[in-house]
């Protein structure tokens, strides 16, 4: 699985667009970048998935440049209720067999 | 409503009284996974299992044992809790099709005494 690398923390505010970015240099040809969203005491919980360029769903976007090196997460107009850890995993589309989930992004949203 | 179930949710015991906390999902998943999260250490897989009478070992299995007998179910047991398996147990399936997405169950938190 390649590594991945995410700040440990950011501060927000309601309203914000907020970037989160994932590197994960050694990404293989077939790899996929997921990014799960995980409140306190609840299990993960996908919010997107992307393998190049730009993906967007009703929650989120994800950007990911053309040497796939790292993805950014964007959460337009966050709120309180964004408070959150973030997951970046990344992986073929079988490699659940062992996902590995790093510490995370732990995204503080101040009023 | 598609859902992974997980009983019970909390639980306190007594170090080597075995245990077996059980998970349950309604989506005709092959795939099936216990994790474990400890503070600053994110969500590390116990077991997992890719059918029915098929499991491997993840990133941590030492202490603990699963079953897969029906396509549905994949209890995880604890023959002999320790206190550091005080811990909080997640359990999650999946298609294994694309989008490779991971539905995770409430969680149970254990503390063993």
């Known amino acids: 699985l390649a590594k991945t690398t995410q700040p440990i923390s950011m501060d927000s505010y309601e309203g914000q667009e907020v970037n989160i970015t994932c590197s994960h240099n050694?990404?293989?040809?077939?790899?996929?970048i997921t990014w799960y969203q995980q409140f306190p005491s609840q299990g993960p919980r996908f919010i997107i998935q992307?393998?190049?360029t730009k993906v967007t769903n009703e929650v989120a976007s994800l950007f990911i440049p053309a040497d796939r090196k790292s993805s950014t997460l964007s959460l337009p107009r966050v709120s309180l209720s964004d408070t959150a850890v973030y997951y970046c995993?990344?992986?073929?589309?079988?490699?659940?067999?062992?996902?590995?989930f790093g510490p995370g992004t732990r995204l503080s949203v101040l009023p | 409503e598609a859902q992974v179930t997980q009983n019970p949710r909390y639980l306190i015991t007594v170090t080597g009284k075995k245990l077996t906390v059980t998970c349950s999902q309604n989506?005709?998943?092959?795939?099936m996974s216990w994790y474990r999260q400890d503070p600053g250490l994110g969500l590390r897989q116990i077991y997992y299992?890719?059918?029915?009478?098929?499991?491997d070992k993840g990133d941590v299995p030492e202490g603990y044992k699963v079953s897969r007998k029906e396509k549905r179910n994949f209890p995880l047991i604890l023959e002999s809790p320790s206190p550091n398996q005080t811990s909080l147990y997640f359990c999650?399936?999946?298609?294994?099709?694309?989008?490779?997405?991971?539905?995770f169950g409430p969680g149970t938190r254990l503390t063993v005494l």
């Open positions: 999650a399936s999946r298609t294994g099709l694309a989008p490779d997405t991971q539905y």
């Open positions: 050694n990404i293989a040809t077939n790899d996929y």
């Open positions: 992307g393998y190049k």
């Open positions: 995993l990344v992986g073929d589309r079988n490699y659940g067999q062992n996902f590995v």
């Open positions: 989506m005709n998943h092959e795939y």
């Open positions: 299992s890719m059918n029915v009478e098929v499991t």
